[in-house]
């Protein structure tokens, strides 16, 4: 990557990560504006900035040291850049679409008023790029392929953090082959599925945390989804 | 001779062996279900949750009974509405529109023998003291008070108040650990040899161990210190999820029994906890998807791993799913 370091005397851009990756939002909104008035162009700034905060939470991630807090300070610091100094500069929601990703229906299954965990997903896929079609906690299996087929998702993602979900999630898949929606994939997580094999919940994967799905998103799970 | 499940667990807080290991599985819910007990009569009647404790432990022979109300007991209490499935936990009222942290600061303390579900929670730790109370230990599950907090306030709001407001999140938790500390001590006056704090909310997945530190652990403390000066057998904390960040600390917390959930490494607890009896750590979801013959290697793995060590009781590090199989229980009493 470009060291931004002797271009731009007062602040480098490693300390913007840092500043996202430790939750510091007001820092963060600071020097992002700082480095777009110093002439840094927005796409370097979004890259170096939230994108490699990013990464630096999903390598935490994986040596398990991150916690809810942390993603939920990192990830309102996330926000703050891109809604207070992105959006400014750039359309963010335009910035988006024009990935031109696919559809995401989520949801927390029947009998679950877990969502916590749900809604860090959802933030994270929206980050990605992702049109995420959040339907909330307590959600019926036959509501998610109602709106996957309006939607033409590519994607289902069942949460669910209790056992006694287990037989409704099962019917996700069931239910989406009888709709003739083979090609999608159905997704779950959640701390209690985690413990599951994709076999046993009749899904195509089971995520571990948030970033075990962004990789598997992206094709670095063997298999590209 | 055969011991009781009392003297299996007093021998084992006294790190002497016993004749066989000590087994005392978080059997909650699972006991109405297991009994055959509608499970919102066990979460709501004496009889119901005393003769479900009872069936289920003669059912199959575990050294302990439980008393639970749900993780939703105390904020029932403190006024938050619930609702009450007929096969499952009572949760929270999705319309509930939680309090600021302010107004819970100045809420009148809830009193344990007058509010919500903890007089016949109180009752049934009594019955089941008097009924088996010599030969099986009661243990009293209370929920942490941070746990509660996140329930009433909002985990979200919660966490963020601890970064923000640290000051303001301090006293709305101490009050709340006043009623945790209040109901720990009517349980113990009730008869219970064991109180269990359950904290699922203070675990390495929801803070950092920083902040476990400065929130969590002085509330724990005193309710364990308050239990001890009032003469219970032992102090059990359970936090799911992973909690290796905490070992450093969990010899102060003032427990005798700490759980662990199947996401923690057995033998590296072993080796950073010397002096706590460390209960788990069987996968809990194994109960409801495995096969006996799956919970017979894990036991087996585990015994093996603790055949030097008598400060360790066999169980899963979190409560015995509602939907676990018979079969699978069974097996892991077997393996003892
Ligand atoms: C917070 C919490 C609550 C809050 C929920 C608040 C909310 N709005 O979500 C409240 C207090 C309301 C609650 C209620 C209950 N809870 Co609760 N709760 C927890 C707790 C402490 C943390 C869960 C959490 O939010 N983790 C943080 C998030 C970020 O993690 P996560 O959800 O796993 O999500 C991550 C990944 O898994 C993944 N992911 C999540 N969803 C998805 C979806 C997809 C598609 C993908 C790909 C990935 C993915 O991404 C996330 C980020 O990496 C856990 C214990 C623990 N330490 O885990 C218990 C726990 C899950 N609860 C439990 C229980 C039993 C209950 C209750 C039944 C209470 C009771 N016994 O009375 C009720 C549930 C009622 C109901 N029907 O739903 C048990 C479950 C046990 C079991 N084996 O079934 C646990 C394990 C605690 C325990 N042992 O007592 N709970």
New binding site residues.
Partial sequence: MKDFGSEVPMVNTDELAIAIAKGENIEAVALAQKLLDLGLDLETMVEAGPTKALESLSNK?NTDEFC?LE?LLAGRAMMDVMEQVVSRHADFSAMVEAQNRPSFV?G?IK????????N??AMMLKLEGYHVIDLG?DVEPAKFIQVAVKEQASFI????????TIPAIKQVRALATQAGLDHIKV????????QAEPHHLNVD?V?????H?LRYLRGECGEKP | MKMTGLSRLTETLRWRTTDRRCCMPMVFGYAANAAGISLKDALTQTDALVSSQIIAQRLFGYDAVHVYG???TEVESFGVPLVF?ET?????DPDYKPVNEDALADQPLPDPTRHGRMPYLLKSVKTLRQEIGRQVPVVAVVTGPV?VG??IV??ETMLMGFVEQPERSRRYLEKISLLSRNLALAMVDAGAHVIMI?D??S?Q??MPPEVFRRFSLPLLQNIFRSCREAGVLACCLT???KVDGFFPLYPDIGADIVTLDYEVDPAQAFHRLPNLVIQGNIR??DFVEGHPDDIKKECKNLLHLAESRPGYILAAG??L??NSKQANVEAMIGST
């Fill in positions: 991630c809810l993603i989520l927390t009998g679950d008023m877990h969502d916590l965990g749900k860090v997903v906690k993602g069942v949460s669910s953090l209790i056992t006694t997704l779950a997580g959640g701390a209690v599925l985690r994967f995520a571990q945390n948030v970033f799905l | 749900g993780s939703v499935p499952d936990y009572p949760y929270i746990t996140a329930q909002g985990l359950m699922p909310v675990s997945s929801i936090i799911t999820g809990p979801l979190c409560e799913p509602l």
